[in-house]
């Protein structure tokens, strides 16, 4: 009799142990199925992803509201402080960009003379959106933002981002109030640059490190620290000259780039439409994402033309 | 018997916090503070929101649950999707077996198996994540903001206490 109910109490228990490892077994295939279709088909994750974004977008939104108020109290207190010395500094650069606003002037007359003469086919028009950065994971997976500015605002895959000091990213996804920037930084981050006077072309490469990585140099190429970075505009990803930052260190193997935009916090961004189609193509981007299997080059996102340009670069 | 009903909702709202602490702290730490470099500081607060209740209160924190929320942390950090699901997903399989040799001894304890199982999942984390770029990523940051997550620990433990004994349990 005794020996019959142990037992009775010693199988469910059994079954509830093996019941349990099965769900964790379970789980742990779902993870890595998920892993394999983000790899196989990474469009379709992040068009889920930025919908789920654009839902917690507002409520991070709110969260971050006290957090807001704290750090514009403190930068209020700050300014109160150095007004008279602010005051003073805006005066002397007041000054000093008047006689620049002067050159700039004489040099758009002149510009367009010049232009006239040559019978200048103009840029295509561009399209600016201001937005505020409401997100951001500069964690160690990937270097992205999301800000508060989606399709309804006329946000569109592929748009470049840029603040004050230069190119932020690019428009990876959009969702109808948000979107998500890859920054310069985040490893799938190609862009075509240019780099110091002499504008020797190469291919600058996010890491998810800080500084950025030169590649598809030219071995022969000549370049130093402190050359300026700025896109060559090959590829039509984005316009030439937009800024990058300047050449941090060379060493045998690799050349970084310290970013402008890495000077200060990126609260508020300009997107910019510059009309430029080059790689933001979804079928092509589709059709090439075929190949790229789990197996592929290191770039998942990496754009067609751009991929491409850098295959073909000689290094 | 609206006694009854009200008890059954007052229940069911208490059953939801562990779950809605570690929501809030996961979106607590997507909020842009300044700059790149101060995000890498930040503390992962929510894992150790997972590892407390998961200790302390696996009813309210079953493995389904911490996948869900890997899968929350995923989305919202950019990882690959599946990374911190599947990897909670193992880590919730060894605390539920080491539960009791956690919880019955001192503090100290506690917090080096926390430690433990940040680091581990830190490593398989990083290894997943290589993995799927097929290149080693940078392993620093992840590194970083895991050590940052134990020192922050025994702070952390102190304020999901008090929610525990206020806000779950009531005495």
Known sequence: MTDISRLDHRVPAA???????????????????????????GQVMERMRIQVVDVLAPIIDMMSLPVDAVVVAAQTIRAWTALAEDNAALRHDRDRLLGWKDVALRLEAENAQLRQ????????????????????????????LIVAAGRHHGVGKGHAVLNGAGLVGRIAAVAPRSAQVLLVSDLNFRVPVAIGPARIRAILAGDNSDEPRITHLDPDAFVEVGDRVVTSGDGEAFPDDLPIGTIASIDNR???????TDASPI???????????GIIDEAREALSAAPAGPSGPAAPAASPPVAAMAGSASR | MTNVVSLRIEAAARATVPAGITVALMLLGSIPVSGMHVQLLEPLLAFASIYYWTL???DLMPAPLVFALGLLYDVLSGAPVGAHAGVLAVAHAILSGQR????????????VGFALVAVGGCVLVWLLTSIFYAMPVDPWGL?????????????VFRLLLSCHLSLVQPV
Request: with cysteine; net charge positive; charged share 15%.
């Open chain 1, 15 to 41: 079954c509830r142990t093996l019941a349990q490892w099965l769900l964790y077994v379970g789980l742990v295939l779902a993870a890595v199925m998920l892993m394999i279709l983000g790899r196989a088909n």
């Open chain 1, 117 to 144: 003469l040559l019978h200048f086919v103009a840029d295509p028009q561009t399209r600016t959106v201001g937005a505020r950065v409401v997100a951001d994971n500069g964690g160690a997976f990937a270097r992205s």
């Open chain 1, 254 to 260: 690799t050349i970084r780039v310290r970013l402008f």
């Open chain 1, 267 to 277: 609260e508020h961004v300009r997107i910019v439409d510059f009309g430029l189609q």
């Open chain 2, 56 to 58: 302390y209160r696996p």
């Open chain 2, 100 to 111: 009791r040799f956690l919880i019955d001894k001192t503090f100290i304890l506690n917090w």
């Open chain 2, 143 to 155: 590194l970083f903001q895991t050590l940052m997550t134990i020192v922050a620990y025994p702070l």
